[in-house]
């Protein structure tokens, strides 16, 4: 048999040459085969032998990974140059078929050189992860020769006379020109790299992202096949499936990527622009036709740069007015404040926090000694002096007037005064918290650590605010707050202020989170980690908001001696108290009494004994009363002994934490994997029981009319575009009958052929039926989802309203909000959207599956292969998604509650000039959560390209068995438009039943959770006792009569009681006092009272009425009390004190008047109708607690319980109190009292008389009151 490769024919014209060689075409095809076996021959050897198996897998990080000049370009013309190789071989193909003989010249060259293409762009790619450009050389002399070949072909097409009339001219053209411009890219990356016959090769490192091994997100460094396809995130979803996706798995974003990179071009950007003039000015009637489709189109585009600008003025708000920039600076951005008020106008939210200067004048240079923030003439004993000062908050009359202060470096400054004269103001309005109108507040701070030179105005300062400010973190992060961890002075902190015994008793010490703002620790635990906070600070100068406020005598004491006058003063360190305890005056070496705003004088002790005797005779008198408070070893135990048993959330953690360790113990040690593994499976499985309860709260006849409608739409539509092709078939095939006949004319063709009124008819009865069921289906969603959205959210709200306290205390406060908010949020908006999306999703594949296997049934031997791909590609994509969306709103949560935490805190992160760190926290979490999102983008890119491909292959053999049917006059050509018109919408389809799967797994987890609270065992609101007159009288309890008999209480069943055997009688009318250490049961004796904790022994008799038989919304509307954390809401004063509207305006005023808020009411725009903020955050501590006692009075109950409420109320107000249980620390307050109750670990140590008690001189309670005289 003669060569095949010129043709098998012996006289073929291939073989012929007389013409000459390169006039022989069969010559120059296998001349063309040269360059491409030369191509092979040599990379493959360098592939496969030399470093294929290793640098052809190189690892994502590899650290010499790059692009060459012109990469996307040549991929892309390789790609373009593959599609015309393809052509190429099918033109030679189709060619060759009109020949007698096989001629493999047509067509071989361009297998090969399509082989030599990919192997290519392989050893392209190679080279470039390995960074070694000289083998480069060997692309170089590839695309030399095959251009030169491909050019020496066309050239003799064009000499022989084959013109562009014929495909193999235009494809060699094509070919010519793609091998010229992949040339060109070549010769560019050795002029731009200079690695061959240079002596200076330019030397170009990698991107720095991927010398970091912590970015993972690969999508701008990856080739352009990989981006295309993203097939690097094979790896990334598969491992999903294996291990639960983390921070840790996906890494840290690329530099270009993050948020302050961005941050920084977009501030550049907008700099830029605000110098550039407008190129023309155009007058309204020119722009008025455009103004229609310039909002609709740009409307998304101009909420989401509001939304920018507002979280950039976030970050530019700590820089109005910011103390680092030169004076000067400040001065001129408040020129220009018309032109600029992007830097001038501050975020409403921290308006309060951060007031705007009004007089930005005040703040420029007017001298060398000024520009450095000390004033000309001030005395450099003097740390802080303010001249002739007004403050406000608001637009309002100041609230400081008139102050004229100073406080001398390196001394204990002392602020006294009633309550709500402006203490903590003076403080802020000194840290320039407050606006001030006029006047001058002057540092001479001494150098300090964080400050450059004398660029500030003053150092940092530690600050303690009035009302406890934590991080949601470890307590230890707390008390160092950034600064460096030093143990010998972090346990000297914890010592003076007594934290050791409560870190003792929390699950992981000084470990412990302590929670959303505290929320598991005790008012005095908050206040003293802010003390400790402010006393392990390295500053120059401390401020200390009324830290005794929330402290019984002994730990107040402790701190006074160990905290401020031991650590501070050895330290020689500037600070400034204020306090209420009055006792501690002789220790100060200033003094400065304020009163109404204003300040009424300053000195030493001694300097106002003589200038203000009558001032002198009151704190005398008071401090008579309250003198040196210590701890005597008669009242208490050693320190590790001490108990905080009011730490009831610690005590939960604590308790579950040993019974969870001892009985799982061994069960995790020997069962790990078996976990792990069934986790996993649980994981890859969908939440059926989430869903069905789901379903099953929307009642069975709504989900029967959901299912009903959406099975009889789909099916309807298939019936619309079946009849469709029924009818295009028919109509074909009777214009084919009528055309073979001879008896019709073809001028009146159709009108004998056929007659389209019966198909007309069905087709519009048709239509209209699928209107009515696409109405009816979409009524349906609506009902079955507002309906399970509201049986969820009733059931919520009535289990949260029922729960017993327990709930509260062992739940975070943020968790319930989220289930009322974010989870809710969900369940209405976006389960029954996408739950409509999934199901018309998957009755539409299926529908199109079915219609193709119809038309061709022969289709269903590829289905099989084709459902277990697509089978495997959404398995593994609905754990990454789910991972991936879990985890965007995981990394959502830090940043909100960080910024929620940086604007409550925002004065004490000012005072310590840390607001870079804590932008630049803000700026991580914001890439925590950008790099999660942009990784769930990435993963539905990459599900969409597969379901692409899947669909692409059911479009070619739906096409190939479908035509092939039709050509063997198997199948009518209608039913061949149907399936394929199916076919080219599954891929769509597919794409979108995956992702609504994976979207409704991640929206389950919401009706899950609520679910979870729906278990909660309400509490017995009904009680044995109904409501009528003859059972409970309406002014019961009259009297007042309390009879205890063997209490015992425990917050759960699972935990040990905090009261025991407690047995009391209260005469009516009596004055019950209760004393005792932190944690010895006090409040939980008040909580006994409103049924707020389990009572499993013995019972309260009131007036004769047991009151564990009373429904509990009688029992706690006939009771008062008053807690240690006031409580205000948002609304008016008078809705505070009287919410439900019962009360007259006299009795208001006169609760007012009893608790003396009656003046500072008056004072108020509206009076009884001033508005109260979020909190009661426009009045003081001390005030809302008045305000609180106030309420209590306007209710007129005849047993009001007070826990531990007076800890910051003046002394005089104390005494005006006519209160039945109180409970307090200060043993001075129930010297009057009837009876005194003594309780250490919940149990009554004593209980007299307070004359009795007294008298024996064993008595605890003597031991107090010895201590407190």
Request: proline fraction near 4%; glycine fraction near 6%.
């Given at each position: 048999m003669s060569l095949a490769f010129c043709g098998t024919d012996n006289n073929s014209a291939a073989y012929n040459v007389d013409g000459g060689v390169l006039n022989n075409g069969c010559f120059l095809d296998a001349l063309n085969v040269v360059p491409h076996v030369f191509l092979l021959f040599i990379t493959f050897p360098i592939l496969f032998i030399g470093w294929g198996s290793q640098s052809s897998k190189v690892h994502i990080h590899h650290s010499t990974w790059l692009h060459f000049p012109g990469h996307n370009l040549r991929w892309i013309l390789t790609f373009v140059l593959l599609f015309v190789l393809v052509c190429e071989i099918a033109e030679g193909i189709v060619s060759d078929g009109f020949s007698q003989s096989l001629h493999l010249h047509l067509y071989m060259p361009a297998a090969l050189a399509f082989m030599a293409g990919v192997t290519s762009i392989v050893y392209y790619h190679n080279i470039e992860t390995s960074n070694f450009p000289k083998l480069l050389s060997a692309l170089l002399i590839y695309w030399v020769l095959a251009f030169t070949m491909k050019t020496i072909k066309f050239a003799k097409y064009t000499e022989h006379g084959i013109g562009p009339r014929q495909l193999r001219y235009c494809i060699t053209g094509l070919l010519v020109l793609l091998y010229g411009l992949l040339l060109a890219v070549e010769i560019n990356v050795i002029l731009g790299r200079r690695y061959m016959c240079f002596d200076d090769p330019t030397e170009v490192k990698p991107p720095e992202d991927l010398q970091d091994l912590g970015v993972r997100f690969l999508q701008p460094f990856v080739n352009l096949l990989s981006k295309s396809t993203y097939w690097w995130m094979n790896k990334f979803i598969t491992s999903a499936h294996k291990r639960p996706i983390d921070l840790k798995v996906i890494g840290k974003l690329p530099i270009a990527m993050r948020a302050l990179t961005n941050y920084i071009k977009l501030r550049k950007e907008f700099e830029d622009q605000k110098q550039i003039h407008p190129f023309w000015i155009m007058t309204l009637s020119s722009i008025r036709p455009v103004i229609r489709p310039v909002v609709c189109f740009f409307t998304p585009g101009l909420l989401l740069g509001f939304s920018v600008q507002k979280l950039s003025e976030f970050f530019s708000c700590d820089e109005i007015g910011d103390e680092q920039e030169p004076r000067a600076t400040l001065t001129s951005g408040y020129s220009n404040h018309n032109q600029n008020k992007y830097h001038a106008v501050p975020l409403k939210v921290v308006n309060r926090k951060r007031p705007a200067r009004d007089d930005w004048n005040n703040f420029s240079p007017r001298g060398d000694q000024e520009a450095d923030g000390v004033s000309q003439g001030v005395d450099q004993d003097t740390c802080i002096k303010i001249t002739a000062g007004y403050f406000t908050w608001t637009d309002g009359p100041a609230t400081l007037c008139n102050v004229d202060i100073k406080v001398p470096f390196g001394k204990l400054t002392m602020i006294v005064g009633q309550v709500g004269c402006g203490k903590s103001s003076l403080l802020l309005a000194a840290l320039g918290e407050m606006q001030r109108v006029s006047g001058t507040v002057t540092w001479n701070s001494l150098p300090s650590p964080e400050c450059h030179g004398d660029e500030r105005k003053r150092g940092p300062v530690a600050y303690a605010s009035q009302k406890p400010w934590l991080l949601n973190a470890t307590i230890v992060e707390n008390v160092t707050f950034e600064m460096p961890m030093i143990k010998s002075r972090y346990n000297a902190v914890i010592e003076a202020c007594s934290l050791q015994p409560d870190i003792d008793i929390l699950p992981q010490g000084d470990q412990t989170e302590v929670g959303e703002r505290g929320i598991i620790l005790s008012g005095g635990q908050k206040q003293r980690i802010s003390v400790a906070r402010a006393l392990y600070q390295q500053t120059n100068v401390v401020f200390l908001d009324d830290p005794f406020s929330a402290l019984d005598i002994h730990l107040s004491d402790h701190l006074m001696q160990d905290g401020i006058l031991k650590m501070l003063r050895e330290e020689k360190r500037t600070v400034v108290l204020v306090t209420h305890k009055l006792q501690y005056l002789p220790h100060a070496d200033w003094i400065i009494a304020m009163k109404d705003g204003t300040i009424q004088t300053e000195g030493t002790l001694k300097d106002i004994q003589k200038s203000e005797p009558e001032l002198f005779e009151q704190w005398k008198t008071l401090m008579h009363r309250q003198d040196q408070e210590f701890q005597t070893e008669t009242v208490t135990e050693t320190m590790t002994d001490l108990e905080r048993k009011n730490l009831r959330r610690a005590m939960y953690s604590r308790e579950a934490a040993k019974t969870e360790e001892d009985e799982e113990e061994e069960s995790m040690e020997s069962e790990d994997d078996d976990n792990l593994s069934q986790v996993m499976r649980q994981r890859a499985t969908i939440p059926w029981r989430s869903c069905g309860a789901y379903l099953s709260s929307a009642g069975p006849l709504l989900l029967s009319l959901l299912l009903l409608s959406q099975l009889l739409k789909h099916s309807l539509m298939v019936a619309i575009d079946y009849w469709l092709a029924r009818w295009t078939s028919y109509v074909i095939s009777a214009k084919a009958d009528a055309v073979s006949s001879p008896n019709c004319a073809s001028a009146c063709l159709q009108d004998c052929s056929f007659s389209h009124a019966w198909y007309l008819s069905v087709f519009s009865v048709l239509c209209c039926l699928g209107i009515v069921l696409c109405l009816a289906t979409s009524v349906a969603v609506e009902w079955t989802g507002l309906a399970a959205a509201k049986e969820l959210h009733h059931g919520l709200l009535n289990k949260i309203i029922?729960?017993?306290?327990?709930?509260?205390?062992?739940?975070?406060?943020?968790?319930?909000?989220?289930?009322?908010?974010?989870?809710?949020?969900?369940?209405?908006?976006?389960?029954?959207?996408?739950?409509?999306?999934?199901?018309?999703?998957?009755?539409?594949?299926?529908?199109?599956?079915?219609?193709?296997?119809?038309?061709?049934?022969?289709?269903?031997?590829?289905?099989?292969?084709?459902?277990?791909?697509?089978?495997?590609?959404?398995?593994?994509?609905?754990?990454?998604?789910?991972?991936?969306?879990?985890?965007?709103?995981?990394?959502?949560?830090?940043?909100?509650?960080?910024?929620?935490?940086?604007?409550?805190?925002?004065?004490?992160?000012?005072?310590?000039?840390?607001?870079?760190?804590?932008?630049?926290?803000?700026?991580?979490?914001?890439?925590?959560?950008?790099?999660?999102?942009?990784?769930?983008?990435?993963?539905?890119?990459?599900?969409?390209?597969?379901?692409?491909?899947?669909?692409?292959?059911?479009?070619?053999?739906?096409?190939?068995?479908?035509?092939?049917?039709?050509?063997?006059?198997?199948?009518?050509?209608?039913?061949?438009?149907?399936?394929?018109?199916?076919?080219?919408?599954?891929?769509?389809?597919?794409?979108?039943?995956?992702?609504?799967?994976?979207?409704?797994?991640?929206?389950?987890?919401?009706?899950?959770?609520?679910?979870?609270?729906?278990?909660?065992?309400?509490?017995?609101?009904?009680?044995?006792?109904?409501?009528?007159?003859?059972?409970?009288?309406?002014?019961?309890?009259?009297?007042?009569?309390?009879?205890?008999?063997?209490?015992?209480?425990?917050?759960?069943?699972?935990?040990?009681?905090?009261?025991?055997?407690?047995?009391?009688?209260?005469?009516?009318?009596?004055?019950?006092?209760?004393?005792?250490?932190?944690?010895?049961?006090?409040?939980?004796?008040?909580?006994?009272?409103?049924?707020?904790?389990?009572?499993?022994?013995?019972?309260?008799?009131?007036?004769?009425?047991?009151?564990?038989?009373?429904?509990?919304?009688?029992?706690?509307?006939?009771?008062?009390?008053?807690?240690?954390?006031?409580i205000l809401f948002s609304g008016t004063i008078r809705f505070n004190l009287d919410p439900e509207m019962k009360a007259t305006d006299e009795m208001l005023w006169e609760a007012l008047e009893i608790a003396q808020l009656k003046s500072v009411v008056k004072t108020l725009p509206g009076g009884l109708d001033a508005i109260v903020t979020e909190g009661g955050e426009n009045f003081s501590q001390g005030q809302r607690q008045l305000f609180c006692l106030a309420r209590a009075f306007v209710r007129k109950s005849s047993i009001l319980i007070m826990d531990e409420a007076t800890a910051s109320i003046d002394m005089a107000t104390v005494s005006m109190q006519k209160v039945v249980p109180v409970a307090l620390h200060r043993v001075h307050t129930i010297l009057n009292a009837d009876l005194v109750i003594v309780m250490k670990r919940g149990t009554i140590l004593e209980y007299d008389t307070p004359q009795a008690l007294l008298d024996s001189e064993d008595s605890v309670f003597a031991s107090f009151v010895r201590a407190d005289k």
């Amino acid at each position: 048999m003669s060569l095949a490769f010129c043709g098998t024919d012996n006289n073929s014209a291939a073989y012929n040459v007389d013409g000459g060689v390169l006039n022989n075409g069969c010559f120059l095809d296998a001349l063309n085969v040269v360059p491409h076996v030369f191509l092979l021959f040599i990379t493959f050897p360098i592939l496969f032998i030399g470093w294929g198996s290793q640098s052809s897998k190189v690892h994502i990080h590899h650290s010499t990974w790059l692009h060459f000049p012109g990469h996307n370009l040549r991929w892309i013309l390789t790609f373009v140059l593959l599609f015309v190789l393809v052509c190429e071989i099918a033109e030679g193909i189709v060619s060759d078929g009109f020949s007698q003989s096989l001629h493999l010249h047509l067509y071989m060259p361009a297998a090969l050189a399509f082989m030599a293409g990919v192997t290519s762009i392989v050893y392209y790619h190679n080279i470039e992860t390995s960074n070694f450009p000289k083998l480069l050389s060997a692309l170089l002399i590839y695309w030399v020769l095959a251009f030169t070949m491909k050019t020496i072909k066309f050239a003799k097409y064009t000499e022989h006379g084959i013109g562009p009339r014929q495909l193999r001219y235009c494809i060699t053209g094509l070919l010519v020109l793609l091998y010229g411009l992949l040339l060109a890219v070549e010769i560019n990356v050795i002029l731009g790299r200079r690695y061959m016959c240079f002596d200076d090769p330019t030397e170009v490192k990698p991107p720095e992202d991927l010398q970091d091994l912590g970015v993972r997100f690969l999508q701008p460094f990856v080739n352009l096949l990989s981006k295309s396809t993203y097939w690097w995130m094979n790896k990334f979803i598969t491992s999903a499936h294996k291990r639960p996706i983390d921070l840790k798995v996906i890494g840290k974003l690329p530099i270009a990527m993050r948020a302050l990179t961005n941050y920084i071009k977009l501030r550049k950007e907008f700099e830029d622009q605000k110098q550039i003039h407008p190129f023309w000015i155009m007058t309204l009637s020119s722009i008025r036709p455009v103004i229609r489709p310039v909002v609709c189109f740009f409307t998304p585009g101009l909420l989401l740069g509001f939304s920018v600008q507002k979280l950039s003025e976030f970050f530019s708000c700590d820089e109005i007015g910011d103390e680092q920039e030169p004076r000067a600076t400040l001065t001129s951005g408040y020129s220009n404040h018309n032109q600029n008020k992007y830097h001038a106008v501050p975020l409403k939210v921290v308006n309060r926090k951060r007031p705007a200067r009004d007089d930005w004048n005040n703040f420029s240079p007017r001298g060398d000694q000024e520009a450095d923030g000390v004033s000309q003439g001030v005395d450099q004993d003097t740390c802080i002096k303010i001249t002739a000062g007004y403050f406000t908050w608001t637009d309002g009359p100041a609230t400081l007037c008139n102050v004229d202060i100073k406080v001398p470096f390196g001394k204990l400054t002392m602020i006294v005064g009633q309550v709500g004269c402006g203490k903590s103001s003076l403080l802020l309005a000194a840290l320039g918290e407050m606006q001030r109108v006029s006047g001058t507040v002057t540092w001479n701070s001494l150098p300090s650590p964080e400050c450059h030179g004398d660029e500030r105005k003053r150092g940092p300062v530690a600050y303690a605010s009035q009302k406890p400010w934590l991080l949601n973190a470890t307590i230890v992060e707390n008390v160092t707050f950034e600064m460096p961890m030093i143990k010998s002075r972090y346990n000297a902190v914890i010592e003076a202020c007594s934290l050791q015994p409560d870190i003792d008793i929390l699950p992981q010490g000084d470990q412990t989170e302590v929670g959303e703002r505290g929320i598991i620790l005790s008012g005095g635990q908050k206040q003293r980690i802010s003390v400790a906070r402010a006393l392990y600070q390295q500053t120059n100068v401390v401020f200390l908001d009324d830290p005794f406020s929330a402290l019984d005598i002994h730990l107040s004491d402790h701190l006074m001696q160990d905290g401020i006058l031991k650590m501070l003063r050895e330290e020689k360190r500037t600070v400034v108290l204020v306090t209420h305890k009055l006792q501690y005056l002789p220790h100060a070496d200033w003094i400065i009494a304020m009163k109404d705003g204003t300040i009424q004088t300053e000195g030493t002790l001694k300097d106002i004994q003589k200038s203000e005797p009558e001032l002198f005779e009151q704190w005398k008198t008071l401090m008579h009363r309250q003198d040196q408070e210590f701890q005597t070893e008669t009242v208490t135990e050693t320190m590790t002994d001490l108990e905080r048993k009011n730490l009831r959330r610690a005590m939960y953690s604590r308790e579950a934490a040993k019974t969870e360790e001892d009985e799982e113990e061994e069960s995790m040690e020997s069962e790990d994997d078996d976990n792990l593994s069934q986790v996993m499976r649980q994981r890859a499985t969908i939440p059926w029981r989430s869903c069905g309860a789901y379903l099953s709260s929307a009642g069975p006849l709504l989900l029967s009319l959901l299912l009903l409608s959406q099975l009889l739409k789909h099916s309807l539509m298939v019936a619309i575009d079946y009849w469709l092709a029924r009818w295009t078939s028919y109509v074909i095939s009777a214009k084919a009958d009528a055309v073979s006949s001879p008896n019709c004319a073809s001028a009146c063709l159709q009108d004998c052929s056929f007659s389209h009124a019966w198909y007309l008819s069905v087709f519009s009865v048709l239509c209209c039926l699928g209107i009515v069921l696409c109405l009816a289906t979409s009524v349906a969603v609506e009902w079955t989802g507002l309906a399970a959205a509201k049986e969820l959210h009733h059931g919520l709200l009535n289990k949260i309203i029922l729960a017993p306290m327990r709930l509260f205390e062992t739940t975070p406060l943020g968790s319930i909000l989220n289930r009322f908010s974010t989870d809710t949020n969900t369940i209405d908006q976006h389960i029954p959207t996408t739950l409509e999306c999934l199901s018309r999703s998957t009755l539409l594949c299926v529908s199109a599956m079915a219609v193709i296997s119809y038309v061709t049934p022969v289709f269903l031997i590829a289905l099989l292969p084709l459902a277990v791909t697509c089978y495997f590609i959404q398995k593994y994509f609905r754990v990454a998604s789910r991972d991936l969306q879990q985890l965007e709103d995981s990394t959502q949560l830090p940043l909100l509650s960080h910024f929620s935490e940086t604007v409550e805190g925002l004065p004490t992160i000012r005072a310590l000039r840390y607001e870079p760190r804590f932008r630049h926290r803000l700026l991580q979490f914001t890439d925590a959560n950008n790099i999660a999102s942009l990784f769930l983008t990435a993963a539905n890119r990459w599900l969409e390209v597969r379901m692409e491909y899947i669909g692409a292959c059911v479009v070619l053999v739906a096409a190939v068995a479908s035509i092939s049917s039709s050509l063997y006059n198997q199948l009518s050509p209608g039913l061949v438009g149907l399936g394929l018109t199916y076919a080219l919408m599954v891929s769509n389809y597919m794409n979108w039943m995956v992702r609504n799967l994976a979207d409704m797994e991640v929206q389950l987890g919401a009706v899950k959770r609520i679910n979870g609270l729906l278990r909660t065992e309400a509490e017995n609101y009904e009680g044995l006792l109904s409501e009528s007159v003859s059972q409970v009288p309406d002014g019961w309890p009259r009297h007042g009569e309390i009879k205890i008999q063997n209490l015992s209480v425990r917050y759960d069943a699972s935990l040990k009681p905090v009261l025991k055997n407690v047995n009391v009688h209260v005469s009516p009318g009596q004055k019950v006092g209760i004393c005792g250490r932190t944690g010895s049961g006090k409040s939980s004796f008040s909580l006994a009272f409103f049924r707020m904790v389990d009572m499993f022994e013995g019972r309260i008799v009131i007036d004769n009425i047991d009151i564990s038989k009373l429904p509990l919304q009688t029992l706690r509307s006939r009771l008062s009390i008053i807690l240690q954390d006031p409580i205000l809401f948002s609304g008016t004063i008078r809705f505070n004190l009287d919410p439900e509207m019962k009360a007259t305006d006299e009795m208001l005023w006169e609760a007012l008047e009893i608790a003396q808020l009656k003046s500072v009411v008056k004072t108020l725009p509206g009076g009884l109708d001033a508005i109260v903020t979020e909190g009661g955050e426009n009045f003081s501590q001390g005030q809302r607690q008045l305000f609180c006692l106030a309420r209590a009075f306007v209710r007129k109950s005849s047993i009001l319980i007070m826990d531990e409420a007076t800890a910051s109320i003046d002394m005089a107000t104390v005494s005006m109190q006519k209160v039945v249980p109180v409970a307090l620390h200060r043993v001075h307050t129930i010297l009057n009292a009837d009876l005194v109750i003594v309780m250490k670990r919940g149990t009554i140590l004593e209980y007299d008389t307070p004359q009795a008690l007294l008298d024996s001189e064993d008595s605890v309670f003597a031991s107090f009151v010895r201590a407190d005289k």
